[in-house]
């Protein structure tokens, strides 16, 4: 928590209307294994025009909005 209190990066908080989204989304979801936290994480991405997620996740291989960054394998 220190780290990001002291850092530049903006911390987006999830309101009403975002986790009404999120719900949206989870509710929409055909796959079993989905978090919460994985569809607030689309809705605010959604929301604020954020095109990229670096995740281990494929959760997100399967939102069309979102483009997801990898790590480089070895």
Do not use: W
Not at 19 to 43: H, L
Request: include cysteine; charged fraction near 25%.
């Amino acid at each position: 928590l220190f780290m990001i209190q002291k850092s530049s990066l903006p911390v987006l908080y999830v309101d009403e209307h975002l986790q009404r989204k999120a719900v949206e989304i989870f509710v929409s979801q055909e796959k079993k294994g989905t978090s919460g936290v994985d569809c607030a994480n689309v809705a605010v991405m959604q929301h604020y025009h954020i095109p990229y997620i670096f995740s281990y996740d494929h959760f997100y291989r399967r939102q069309p909005e979102v483009e997801l960054l990898e790590a480089a394998s070895k």
